[in-house]
């Protein structure tokens, strides 16, 4: 049995809809932002970092997306998430997914949570101005270079496809044109009318 | 045969260390960072993102620290250098590496290269400030939560042990008080005593 610590429209969607694809026993429990749960003890004890998602496994605790849709993928080898017996082929995925957290999360984290990076007001309305620039260079990448198609890694559906899909949930918001990004829009389209994830987006924001 | 291509003073190190734990038959090919030659198309059709590390396998080319890592240990598995068929306690070690690369190395980052998130120099200057208070909040976590000891992940040498010692360079230079983090300068002096690490060392500051 599986602990899920999610919060509505956070990168934790991708972790939601990969067990949901991996036909694990699991509970999704929320965790409101609006409310500052995850900076309460409660929740700074299953994760000190103060930050979704975090997953309760029998084994113990995991944090960070890449780390939880790998073990997801490992935990459950029917669901046929990732590659997991073929180094180099893993390492593709992990690499596209170690991308969507360092460099693309991060651009983005630029518009909401500059506070994290400088503490004037100047600076974080700065950062803010150039979100749809920098959240749109990796975007022009992950189009032109990164996604395979018609899955991210091509042929096969991966957990790199519910982490880019998460990700571009936001692309509107930060100020990129959808326009210039057909691949990522028509993945992003074809990701939304999966069962699998309306079920986790009806649950998010239910 | 593999090539990874580096820079000195980078996060490159870690792999460089990693690859020579590994035993692996490879060379190392320095890029120059006061030459620009990661944005000039020769390195830029080896790696389109334009940054180090990057890594030529005779199945291709792979970027990203954690997941370069991840590939060395399990394309390499007599050196045992991570857990690769126990899905917990290798995403235990995807976690804490995902830690290093989206977190902290994020949060050091600020302090050379705000123009990737703002454009004018007063909030460069503002990230640039709170440099030491945003990495010395991330070592915190890891001298108090994560870093296990001896070893980062306990007992047995892994991966994140050589990107630890090489996020770990940079702590005086990020404004970050040593004497604060005694388990993560005992690491990094235990690492920095190692073979394997004063090899790697000794070829990238030659």
């Given amino acids: 049995m599986i602990t899920l610590y999610y919060a509505a429209h956070t990168c934790s969607l991708a972790s939601h809809i990969a067990l949901i694809d991996a036909r694990a026993d699991f509970t999704a429990v929320r965790i409101s932002f ?62 596209f997914n170690s991308y969507l957290c360092a460099t693309l999360h991060v651009a983005h984290a630029h518009r909401m949570r500059g506070y994290r990076w400088a503490d004037d007001a100047a600076a974080i309305a700065a950062m803010r101005r150039k979100v749809p620039q920098a959240v749109g260079d990796c975007y022009d990448l992950i189009e032109r270079d990164m996604l395979k198609g018609p899955w991210v890694m091509g042929e096969s559906y991966t957990i790199c496809d519910p982490y880019l899909f998460t990700l571009a949930q936001w692309i509107e918001d930060d100020g990129v044109d959808p326009t210039r990004l057909p691949r990522v829009i028509d993945h992003r389209n074809r990701m939304s009318e999966r069962a699998h994830v309306r079920r986790a987006l009806a649950e998010e924001l239910a």
Same sequence: chains 1, 2.
């Fill in 34 to 95: 609006a409310a500052d749960e995850q900076r309460q003890p409660p929740y700074l004890a299953i994760n000190p970092k103060g930050r979704v998602p975090a997953m309760v496994t029998p084994r113990g605790i995991l944090t960070e997306t890449p780390a939880m849709l790998a073990f997801i993928a490992q935990s459950f080898p029917a669901a046929r998430l990732a590659p997991v017996g073929d180094a180099f082929a893993f390492a593709q995925v992990q690499a």
